[in-house]
């Protein structure tokens, strides 16, 4: 940063938290948890979720925040001031990869958003009536090369235009009104499940847990999903904890973050299963199942097009607010570290992130059956890449630097100073310390052997 120009900070409490939830509810509970839960046995494997969401998310959350405000700098910046001259500053430049490569595949999906905003409004969506006619429109749109590259260009502009205009007059003043709308619109599409028929099998899929469908693989997404959904071990909560004031308490926001984020995926389950099963599709359809399903709802549903089109603002609002804080990272980090102004640094990374998306843009048409790794096209890569190794490897990181490195007595007093639960602060130093980094090694163990073993099948396959 320039000297003399001050830090910007949260306007208020209240901005901050919501544009932290902003920055954690987006596509990954709307669009992705429904889909990896519906392909993992649905309650079972959404109860595995909460556990990691508690046991590793809260903690690995207010240590995210807690770095950020101690340092009051970007991911890289951070890691250099707490662990300075080290090898530990490579765990900034591993986030800002991170953010780098899920905007690649986020962007996509955003842009799949404005689409169906788009198909909406033309009553294109309303005029599906039947599963297999929303599977081949999907499948039409995602195939259409010129069509993937205008929305993805699209969304990521939008993006950059907000990311330019800087926190508070930017990511603060949108994550105000967005997120409330969101909770609403929501809430409308949850009574409308509800009330089809046949929709309870799907509430039963959604809430009775069913253990025997579980595998290694299904444990390891509960994992991967739960990193992906509160936007942690990439450093986004180390920005946004960098803008915090010294007023704000940490305890209280995480706390907060971490309900509104679970309890918004939990929202969606109980908006997309009863559909899936009162129309007797299939939970484990992909990434697509979310536009398999909506479509068909509203199409046959009296003002549906008006709920077509809220849905997919609803969608798009809860891309973006995420979107912003992914890209946020990279611009702090090159604002802080290299002295360029916002402006040329949103420009400049943002069109990266514009051409370096157009492989995953065209995923699901011509460039379908290119694979990147073992069957994956560059979408999937990107996205197991990121969610099942990058985030939780970089949470692990931060937890050990964190705990073992820096030093917990250095920082335990960023956590709220007046809190009356005084233990809640020793758990936290006692989960970041020992549960976190032994539970992550673990689980990268298994995730290693699992994908290890997958390879080494594959290529039994090849080789016969
Ligand atoms: N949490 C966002 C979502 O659920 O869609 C995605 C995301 C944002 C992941 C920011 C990581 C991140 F740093």
Known sequence: MAPGTEREQWGSKIGFILAAAGSAIGLGNIWKFPYVAGENGGAAFVLIYIFFVMVLGLPIMIAELV???????????????????????????L???????????YNVVGGWTIGYIVKSVMGEVTAVHD???????????????????????????????????GIRNGIERWSKVLMPLLFVILLILIGKGLSMEGGI??????????????????????????????????GAMITYGSYLSRQDKILHSALYIVFLDTFIAILAGLAIFPAVFAMNMSPGEGPGLIFHIIPVVFGNMSYGIVFAVLFFMLLFIAALTSAMSLLEVTVAYIIDEKGWSRRKAVCVFGTTIFILGIPAALSFGVMKNVTVFFGNNFFDFMD????NYMLPVGGFFIAVCLGWKYGLENTIHELDPDTRIISLKELWAFTIKFVSPFLLLLM?????K???????????ELLR
Not at 74 to 89: N, Q, Y
Not at 213 to 226: D, F, N, R, W
Not at 444 to 448: D, E, G, P, R, S
Request: net charge positive.
């Open 67 to 93: 770095i950020g405000r101690h340092t009051e700098k970007d991911p890289v910046g951070a890691f250099k001031a707490i662990a300075g001259g080290t090898k530990w500053e490579f765990v900034g430049y």
């Open 95 to 105: 986030g800002v990869l991170t953010g780098f490569f899920i905007l690649t595949f």
């Open 131 to 165: 599963t297999a006619t929303a599977q081949r429109v999907f499948s039409e749109f995602s195939a259409n090369p010129a069509l993937m590259i205008l929305y993805h260009f699209l969304f990521t502009a939008t993006c950059m235009i907000i990311v330019v205009k």
């Open 201 to 234: 099998a799907g509430l039963k899929f959604f809430l009775q847990p069913d253990f025997s469908k579980i595998t290694m693989s299904s444990v390891i997404s509960a994992l991967g999903q739960s990193f992906f959904s509160l936007s942690l071990g990439m």
């Open 384 to 387: 197991k890449l990121t969610s």
């Open 444 to 448: 990268f163990i298994m995730l290693v």
């Open 450 to 460: 699992d994908d290890v073993a997958g390879i080494l099948s594959g290529l039994t």
